[in-house]
């Protein structure tokens, strides 16, 4: 990497940490005035709290930076090849790959999920054994990665079509509302959680630029209303499928 390019790299950075600094500011001044103001009380370890915030807003720089240069990129190129290629098949079953993939690693589902099995052991609906939670923890993931995947399709198949996406979103939770009425009282908020938890750091970038770039190179679609809402559909349609896993899992 050259002198130039480098420099700019650190200006843009820079920037970048300064405008993560902005957008902490009132999260900081919350913690402030009621840790002051209303609890009264001293903040311990200020040092190592002030260098922890330094660490985010950097991490945050870095990874927004990370976006910009290498998630977007990959994403809408690898949307443009598969729409250039031609193949339905292919550019759908990539579609699925990359939202099982992307969703299987995330932190965050697989930390609900063992939480999730953990309390079903608790109330005796899964043994209490390590091995039954992890079996109930790895069955709720890979059908929240499932769920994800298969939203990708729906995604990108109403992209090339162009279906309304709110008529899929209203329908999709007059399902979810159809569902939960026979889905076991247990699973409900796991479900309603797993549309959460999987709208995460790789996911959605990703998920963006897959819509964006498709969008960009179908002739006849705009990148701006086309392009965007995968996301909905990979936060909703988890809910579905959980609901789901539960209702089979209460008739076994």
Do not use: C
């Not at 109403?158 to 076991?184: C, E, K, N, S």
């Amino acid at each position: 990497m050259g002198r130039v390019p480098l420099l700019n790299e650190v200006k843009s950075l820079a920037s970048l940490t300064l405008g993560t600094a902005r957008d902490l500011a009132p999260i900081v001044g919350v913690v402030a005035v009621f840790q002051f103001l209303i609890l009264r009380q001293p903040l311990d370890d200020v040092g190592e709290k002030l260098i922890g915030l330094l660490f985010v807003m950097a991490g945050l720089a870095i990874f927004i930076r990370g976006l910009e240069l290498a998630l977007f990129p990959i994403g809408e190129s690898l949307a443009d090849a598969f729409a250039n290629k031609g193949s339905l098949f292919w550019l759908l079953l990539f579609a699925f790959s990359l939202g099982f993939g992307t969703t299987v690693a995330e932190p965050a589902l697989i930390a609900v999920s063992r939480e999730a099995a953990r309390v079903m052991s608790d109330i005796g609906a899964v043994g209490a054994s390590t091995a039954e939670q992890l079996r109930y923890a790895d069955a709720l993931r890979y059908t929240v990665a499932a769920a994800v995947g298969s939203s990708l399709v729906i995604g990108v198949m109403r992209i090339l079509l162009g279906w309304p996406i709110h008529y899929l979103i209203i329908g999709g939770y007059v399902l979810v509302v159809i569902m939960t009425a026979f889905a076991p009282a247990e699973i409900i908020g796991i479900a309603y959680d797993s549309g959460g938890v999987t709208t995460s750091t790789v996911t959605v970038p990703l998920t963006t630029a897959l819509g964006v770039g498709l969008a960009s190179v179908i002739k006849g679609r705009n990148p701006m209303i086309d392009g965007f809402g995968l996301v909905a559909f990979a936060s909703l349609l988890p809910i579905v499928f959980v609901l789901g896993f539960g209702i089979v899992g209460a008739v076994q």
